[in-house]
RNA sequence: UGGGGGAUAGUUUAGCGGUAAAACUCCCGGCUCUGACCCGGGCAUCCUUGGUUCGAAUCCAGGUCCCCCAGCCA
């Protein structure tokens, strides 16, 4: 019984329906034949990152099947490695996750809330003769595992007595030995061809604060330990991961099968998020921090929700991106303009019109009155009558954008050049009598005349310009600083030369410090987004002062005459 | 024959024996007070070879290519 609605905000009719991929199939079986009697499904992050892209697939997918099959979505914070997790981390996750638009209710959990059980776990497993405590150094430990194509050798102390190993593993928990001196390790199979049953660590000692248990322990049980009875202590039913956890699957059910864990969740894997011109992974994005190469783990070209939020973009558009992109199995790479399209799609019927000039260029016009300024009215937006109108301001000293002029313009250019009517939109139509230029020849003001009879914008004769143009009056135009981003990245597969930092686009800022934008603007909500009439959809950043707004370009609009100028 | 997994338009997915569907991108055109939105049209040797079948992207067999695994990371 599917509810089917996780996504009923999508703002494309269109987009895929909720409900269909080889994982919804796969609980709805589940369901049908009674295996599960109510779906349980976790995200569980490990802190040591900010969430990105990716994560919203996995959010998405965890909370979304838990809401469309009546069950219930855990957050479980992974925190097995003291060394390399922090409680910054752990709070922007919550953050993320419920900006994103999912709520874990009271199923808010730790690993770190069953180190005593998975301590119980692991006795429990060496009194089986499941489980030896190794002494055997790290690195004659890897030479022990063998390769990919030759079998390992059991070690020296496999065959330790079940009292002796239980001491010993009694003496790890109390601290008598130093980091690395012995591990915990399964009893399976040195000889198997799936590296993750050649007697895997489960348990290791670490000398560590922890974010939440301080300084109770000196060991602490690995992903593999932890994850899976974790999953089954909070009866997860169907434990989703990515690809790359595939072969730790038989370890999973190993560990599921030898222990008396109060139930038997299932691990199910989809390929992770990849998208162009684009990286997402904590490794890199941790360097980029680090290194000072973005602002940091918000700044607007990070692929981190922190990062996608301070842009702009709402969570909305991207639950929309994750339900176009799909889940399935095979390695997939997505094109960034995927994701762009889903938030202009989510935007567009809603984001309120503003005009902004984003390299300004004065006009003159010369025969309006000096003195005179007028009211007009614009609409806020074009299909939705109910959005209302603004009062703009009109007068004979006005600003456009640069990009709309064109001294010698190429054939198919439809903006303003000398002698060529345009409209000013909700305004007036203009006509460029002159150019002025400053002494270096650069072009610092258009003189041009006016219809007084085409208030509103349209000529009572009837009569058609090629082009709107946005536009200010200079009375009441306010200054802004506006932030465009383009990728991070400059290749659509960066690192794939080997070095990720080369790939990094030089260009992915451009900060417009003159910028100037309608009065109505200087009080806009910071995070929300309203799109520039014909530049795109913008958002307040967080670094506005007042008098002095800051926007971030969420994302361009599409631009027809870009690719026609281009091609020359 | 180390183990595991995957191949459907440029990209991501659907298709589950009945004659390839959608979204994004791209191209052509229309509409337009945003060159936006919107609306038409175009873009597929279903990895390959063979087999089963009246009929195969779907089933079978062989081959090819790609991805993951040798942390006391997750």
Redesign the pocket.
């Known amino acids: 019984m599917t509810a089917g609605a996780a996504n009923a905000d999508a703002t ?1 009719a ?1 987009a ?1 329906e909720a409900g ?3 994982i919804r ?1 796969i609980v709805q079986a589940d369901v049908d034949t009674g295996r599960v009697r109510g779906v349980v499904t976790r995200f ?1 992050p ?1 802190p040591n990152g900010f969430l990105h892209l990716g994560h919203a697939k996995s959010i998405c997918l965890n909370f979304g099947v838990a809401k469309e099959f009546g069950g219930r979505c855990h957050l479980r914070f ?1 925190d ?2 003291p060394v ?1 997790e922090e409680q910054l981390f752990i709070d922007s996750i919550q953050r993320d996750v419920r900006w994103l638009g999912f709520d874990w209710g009271e199923h808010l959990y730790h690993a770190s809330d069953y180190f005593e059980q998975l301590y119980d776990y692991a006795e429990h497993l060496i009194r089986a003769g499941n489980a030896y405590v190794d002494d ?3 690195e004659a ?2 030479a022990q ?1 063998g ?3 030759e079998p390992g050798q059991n070690s020296p102390f496999r065959t330790r007595p079940v009292e002796e190993s239980l001491d010993l593993f009694r003496r790890m928990r109390a601290g008598e030995f130093p ?5 915990l390790r399964a009893k399976i199979d040195m000889a198997s ?4 049953l050649r007697d ?2 489960l348990y ?3 000398h560590a604060r922890h974010p939440r248990t301080g300084d109770a322990w000196a060991i ?1 049980p ?3 330990f ?2 899976g009875q974790s999953d089954a202590i909070e009866h997860i039913t169907h434990s989703i991961c990515t ?6 699957r038989p370890l999973y059910d190993w560990l599921i099968e030898n222990l008396p864990v109060p139930s038997t969740p299932h691990q199910y894997e989809f ?1 992770r998020l990849n998208v162009t011109y684009t990286v997402l992974s904590k490794r890199h994005l941790t360097k980029l921090v680090a290194d000072g190469l973005v602002s940091g783990w918000d700044d607007p070209r990070m692929p981190t929700l922190a990062g996608i939020r301070r842009r702009g973009v709402p969570a909305a558009a991207l639950r929309e991106f994750v339900a ?12 960034v ?2 994701f ?2 889903a938030i ?2 989510t935007l ?1 019927p809603t984001a309120p ?1 503003r005009m902004a000039v984003l390299r300004p260029l004065k006009l003159i016009i010369e025969n309006y009155p000096e003195g005179q300024t007028e009211t007009l009215e614009a609409r806020n ?3 939705n009558p109910d959005a209302g109108t603004r009062p703009l301001t009109f007068g004979r000293e006005l600003y456009v954008e640069q990009d709309d002029f064109m001294e010698h313009p190429p054939k ?4 303003l050049s000398p002698g060529k009517e345009v ?1 000013l ?2 305004g007036y139509l203009v006509t460029c009598r002159e150019v002025v230029k400053d002494a270096a020849g650069t072009v610092v003001a258009l003189r041009c005349t006016y219809d007084p009879e085409s208030r ?3 000529a009572p004769d009837g009569r ?1 310009v090629q ?2 143009l946005h536009w200010l009056a200079a009375a009441d135009a306010k200054p802004a600083e506006i932030r465009l981003y383009s990728h991070l990245f400059n290749r659509p597969d960066p690192g794939a030369d080997g070095d990720v930092l080369a790939d990094l686009n030089p260009d992915s800022l451009d900060v417009l410090a003159d910028a100037l934008v309608e009065p109505a603007l200087l009080d806009a909500p910071v995070g929300e987004a309203v ?1 520039f ?2 530049t795109g959809y913008f958002a307040p950043d967080p670094d506005s002062q007042p008098g002095r707004p800051v926007f971030n370009r969420t994302v361009g ?5 870009a ?2 100028s281009a091609k020359g």
């Open positions: 494309k269109g895929a269909r991929d080889f199939d569980p490990e992974d097995t490695n390399k055997t150094p790290p430990m890897r595992r390769t990919l194509t980091n690395g001196a012995r591990v061809g799936n590296m993750n895997p660590v290791r000692i670490l602490y690995t992903y593999d932890a994850h690809l790359e956890f595939e072969d730790h390929a176009r992109v799909g889940v399935a199995r095979a390695y997939s790479v997505v094109d303009a995927m762009e399209a202009r799609d567009n019109r937006h074009p299909d198919k250019f439809f903006r409209r939109r909700w509103g914008g349209n058609k082009a709107t799109q009439e014909r609009l599409r631009d027809t005459w690719k026609v």
